[in-house]
């Protein structure tokens, strides 16, 4: 129930998305539950948004 309910919201957001499922893990736990596929999925996605999304997006405003 819960991964199906994550692809219906995965299909309704804007790319760039990235939809990592984790066998026991949830919303709030799976960084807990599998750290480092997590930390791996979270710096590939980075990189490749940052490619594609944000190219020739201005700067964000430095706060001082």
């Known amino acids: 129930q819960t991964a199906r ?12 998305k990235r939809l990592l499922l984790v066998p026991g893990g949830g919303h709030s736990n799976v960084s807990r539950v ?3 596929v997590y930390r791996e999925a979270v710096r590939a996605f980075v990189a490749s948004a940052g490619r594609t999304a944000f190219a020739g997006a ?4 430095r706060v001082d």
């Not at 201005?58 to 405003?61: C, D, E, H």
């Open 58 to 61: 201005p700067a964000p405003a």
């Open 5 to 16: 309910a994550m692809l219906l919201i995965s299909g309704a957001a804007p790319e760039p």
């Open 34 to 36: 599998a750290f480092d």
